[in-house]
């Protein structure tokens, strides 16, 4: 391994494990060197909300103490993990971005987050979510630009992954939290087919468009950590039936065939910024015969707002206690929204509801004949300032129809900020997205040497 690739910001997190295993120096040791980069890496960027060197310093020693036993390595041997600020952990609090929930402590860990001890990985600190993981931004920065936004509502996933502050973090995705900030940072990221990953320990902001997200510096990571963590837990009905996926192996193999992809505008294509139009452009146009134009169906268009119909009337319900108790802690723009849940009829939201599946069916005859669909990941790159985390909408229709999709960090404009492909695959054919993504990363890196 190079001086180089020792760099602590720079390793993803099999490499991390490979340079652990390799007794160059103890998880302990490593875990400490990364501590303090982060310390001063966020001082700027502010990604984490906890972090606490003595409770990862016992996650090492266990770690250590285990394999002296004897124990095997599992496959995230000393990982280092940023978990979202809703996700539950035992040894971190968990408060939802809220004072009203300052000094919360869950019972027990997320399934998420007891998979990924099992597998040896360290849960390095708690990153900031927005309020309820909605809208209202909390304090992370870009760390390409800190006078912009990350996006959100994963902001400090993705930033604390985008300074190097961690290899591998989770998010969560209602609309687009998860595949927005990565585009707005600048790093892969992966929201799974609806109930692939178990939310059992995870807030409840809209239980039926909620899904665990993964980021990462490489698209490998993102396969392993997914794979880990993925399967039925025996409480989260989203996730009933669904056995465990094989996707490692699957989106590091060779396609059968060469893949195929198309690139849709999507329905607010007007909406993008005409630097980020052109760069999109420049980017189907660069790939030649791998990608073809095509239309999206009608159905697309109404998913705004079918999505916001079903997604506020289950945040005012999912809120009722706060709604109840402390609604003067909630920011206003929260307290705007639950209020407006009140108002929409159950004949609405059933009706929004009942068009999810229709919607995910819509897309059955692209995936017959493409390995994955293109478009933008967002309307441009990050905004400036921090009032907004900017808009989900090039997420919609994928949240809604409970795709899976994923953020290729392949672009940037003249104002040097980032700007990301986002590709979509057919619902459970998550390793052959995976696989799909890789081979097109590799492909647009090998023509723009040529």
């Known amino acids: ?115 990924l001890r099992a597998a040896g990985a360290v849960i390095f600190g708690k990153t900031v979510t927005t309020e309820f993981a909605t809208s209202q931004p909390g304090a992370t920065r870009n760390p390409h630009n800190v006078e912009h936004t990350p996006g959100g509502s994963s902001s400090g996933s993705a930033a604390a992954v985008a300074a190097g502050m961690v290899p591998v973090a989770l998010g969560t995705q209602t609309n687009g939290s998860v595949i927005r900030p990565a585009s707005f940072c600048g790093v892969y990221a992966f929201k799974p087919s609806r109930g692939l990953l178990p939310r059992t320990g995870v807030l409840d902001q809209s239980p039926s468009l909620d899904e665990i997200g993964v980021f990462a510096r490489n698209l490998e990571d993102i396969a392993k950590v997914t794979e880990i963590m993925s399967g039925d837990d025996g409480q989260d009905p989203a996730s009933a039936r669904q056995s465990p996926r094989l996707l490692y192996d699957v989106a590091i193999s060779e396609p059968p065939l060469k893949p195929k992809f198309c690139f849709v505008r999507t329905p607010w294509w007007d909406d993008v910024e005409p630097e980020a139009r052109e760069a999109y452009e420049a980017f189907v146009e660069h790939l030649g015969d791998c990608v073809e134009y095509a239309q999206l169906p009608d159905i697309v268009k109404k998913t705004a707002l079918w999505l916001t119909t079903v997604n506020e009337v289950e945040l005012g319900v999912c809120l009722q206690q706060e709604w109840n108790h402390n609604r003067e802690l909630l920011s206003e723009t929260l307290r705007a929204r639950v209020e407006k849940s009140m108002a929409i009829s159950g004949t609405e939201y059933l009706i929004a509801k009942g068009r999810m599946i229709h919607v995910m069916s819509a897309f059955d005859e692209y995936f017959a004949s493409f390995d994955a669909i293109l478009c933008p990941a967002a309307l441009g790159t990050a905004p400036h300032g921090l009032a907004s985390t900017g808009n989900p909408i090039m997420q919609t229709a994928w949240s809604f129809a409970g795709l899976p999709s994923v953020n290729l960090p392949l672009l940037s404009l003249s104002n040097g900020l980032p700007l990301g492909v986002q590709a979509v695959g057919s619902y459970r054919n998550d390793g052959r997205l995976l696989r799909s993504s890789r081979w097109l990363v590799s492909e647009f890196v090998k023509r723009n040497m040529s």
Request: glycine content about 8%; cysteine-free.
């Open 1 to 115: 391994m190079t001086e180089r690739t020792r760099n602590v910001s720079e390793l993803n997190g099999l490499e991390i494990r490979e340079h652990l295993l390799s007794g160059q120096e103890t998880v302990e040791e490593f875990t400490a060197k990364l501590g303090r980069f982060a310390d001063v890496a966020d001082q700027t960027v502010k990604a984490f909300a906890h972090r606490d060197d003595r409770v990862v310093a016992l996650q090492a020693d266990h770690l250590q103490r285990a394999r002296t036993a004897g124990h095997l390595p599992g496959p995230l041997y000393g990982v280092p993990v940023g978990i979202k600020d809703i996700i539950d952990t035992t040894d971190f609090p968990t408060e939802y971005g809220s004072p009203i929930h300052a000094g919360r402590y869950s019972v027990g860990d997320a399934t998420v987050v007891s998979r």
